[in-house]
């Protein structure tokens, strides 16, 4: 996919061509559409890589996958999720709230004292997130990376967009940085009122090695999905390993 700044150059020398030579309405409508349509794509999809790239997958000829899981920590779930990973032998990468992190510390620190890998997911988590001012997205991604690291004692290098969204704005408040930018490959849909075996199913029968699987601790229903889930991938022969060793994904 073309990065932003080639495709508004490309825009921008068909708007002028446009001007100059075809200048009727049909022909602005489609320019302008195409040119919405893409700007929409970007930053809707975090594996388009219009605006920032984003990890997605490791290694897709190994037979390993990674387990993330967004919004924590939460007082109702997150203990069980931690619960069922550790009788599994499983480790995974969980995308914290900064302000979540400060209400429940402890619960933070037992993600981290369990093995797994605790990465950013803004402070806030607001509606508006992706269209704050960069220097406000910047500030809350330094103040939840204070917490994680004065928990972790390990720099908090990854971050994942709330919602997956990322946009011209969010490019400008990671220039810089030495944060990595986190997505998926396979969306649970854990948040939906799709029944337990259902969203399993959905989630086994796509995948393929390497995958990054998007979960939620926050879920309502996610006990029962990942119960499911690690009994499925375990049966089929799936290795899950935590997010960072996965094969592939720091190169």
């Known amino acids: 996919m073309l990065k932003f700044r080639i495709a508004t150059l490309i825009f921008c020398l068909a708007a002028i061509v446009t001007a100059l030579f075809y200048n009727h ?20 999809d975090i594996s388009s890589g219009v605006f920032v790239a984003a990890r997605c997958h490791g290694d897709r000829s190994q037979k390993k996958v990674a387990l993330t899981f967004d919004d924590g920590p939460d007082p109702q779930h997150t203990r ?4 069922l990973l550790k009788n599994s032998g499983v480790r995974a990468g969980f995308f914290v709230i900064g302000r979540k992190v400060e209400k429940y510390p402890d619960l933070a620190y037992k993600i ?3 093995g797994h890998l605790i990465g950013n997911h803004s402070f806030s988590h607001a509606d508006f997130f992706p269209v704050k001012q960069a220097k406000e997205i910047r500030k809350e991604l330094l103040a939840t990376r204070q917490l994680i690291e004065k928990i972790t004692g390990e720099p908090n290098l990854y971050f994942r967009p709330p919602f997956g969204v990322t946009n011209p704005i969010i490019a400008r408040a ?21 029944s337990p075996d259902r969203i399993v199913e959905r989630i086994v029968s796509k995948l393929r090695g390497g995958d990054i699987i998007l979960l939620h601790d926050s879920s309502p229903g996610i006990l029962p999905i990942l119960n499911r889930l690690l009994t499925s991938l375990k049966n089929q022969d799936w290795e899950v390993v935590r997010l960072d060793k996965l094969p592939g994904f720091n190169e």
């Open 174 to 194: 990671l220039k810089g940085s030495d944060f990595r930018v986190i997505g998926w490959s396979i969306r649970s849909f854990d948040l939906s009122r799709r």
């Open 112 to 114: 981290h004292e369990d």
């Open 80 to 83: 069980e999720v931690l619960t």
């Open 25 to 44: 309405l049909p022909v602005w409508l489609v320019l302008i559409s195409v040119y919405v349509a893409y700007l929409a794509y970007g930053a809707s």
